[in-house]
């Protein structure tokens, strides 16, 4: 089952503008990772952040977690056509075994316009 | 460092006619993951392997579907009697001692 909702389920914006996805969900867990999915092909990882970080930056990407709120949001800044993907955010629970399985959310399309 | 390869990346079968799908992980990685996904979703998270031990299976992995991973390298996912409804794409990932996952470009199957 899908542990999450990302939020909005599409996002079309121009080139050099900033994108902001969000991320609930349902768990207690040891950390919560972002990957892009081009048209058809497989996950690349983007960024992991664990439970006991608030906020963390990769280059242009800069993710936020609230545990309290079990929520996390992905910013995508000076956005490019080349960042035309989908997200998805995945968790890994901390109950016991988990086995650093991931669940993911559905996912946001981000359509970025040249 | 090859990637994750997956064999073969499209699958059309008969409805009943039974497949089976590889996924080459990055070697040295001792996890190896099986996930399906299905249009306008995310990945499901079918069954896991450390090294030639599958440790978890969900409970999506019915009594048709088996996988293996015997040399704790390679690892190949069956699916007998083949239904409509397995139509999805098929996506394996590998990781090492890292949190992070290694996902192939994965094996999208069609039943007609």
């Known amino acids: 089952s899908q542990q999450g909702e990302e939020d909005p389920q599409a996002l079309s914006i121009q080139e050099g503008e900033n994108a902001t996805m969000n991320c609930s969900y349902k768990?207690?867990?040891?950390?919560l990772q972002w990957y892009r999915q081009n048209s058809g092909r497989g996950l690349v990882h983007l960024i992991l952040?664990?439970?006991?970080?608030r906020e963390k930056h990769s280059g242009r990407l800069r993710v936020t977690l609230d545990t309290s709120k079990k929520s996390s949001s992905l910013l995508i800044t000076a956005s490019r056509a080349a960042d035309t993907a989908s997200y998805f955010c995945?968790?890994?629970?901390?109950?016991?075994?988990?086995?650093?399985?991931?669940?993911f959310g559905k996912g946001t399309l981000l359509t970025v316009n040249p | 460092d090859t990637g994750v390869s997956q064999n073969p990346r499209h699958k059309i079968t008969k409805r009943g006619q039974n497949v089976t799908f590889r996924c080459d992980p990055i070697s040295e990685h001792n996890r190896l993951y099986w996930y399906r996904q299905t249009l306008g979703q995310g990945p499901e998270f079918l069954t896991y392997?450390?090294?030639?031990?599958?440790?978890?299976k969900s409970r999506l992995l019915s009594d048709r579907f088996s996988a293996e991973r015997p040399k704790g390298s390679f690892s190949t996912l069956e699916i007998q009697r083949t239904e409509q409804g397995d139509s999805a794409m098929y996506l394996c990932?590998?990781?090492?001692?890292?949190?992070?996952?290694?996902f192939g470009p994965g094996t999208r199957l069609t039943v007609t």
């Open positions: 392997f450390q090294n030639e031990a599958q440790l978890e």
């Open positions: 768990t207690s867990i040891n950390n």
């Open positions: 952040i664990r439970s006991n970080e």
């Open positions: 990932a590998s990781s090492p001692t890292s949190l992070k996952q290694y």
């Open positions: 995945a968790t890994e629970s901390n109950s016991g075994g988990s086995n650093y399985k991931l669940t």
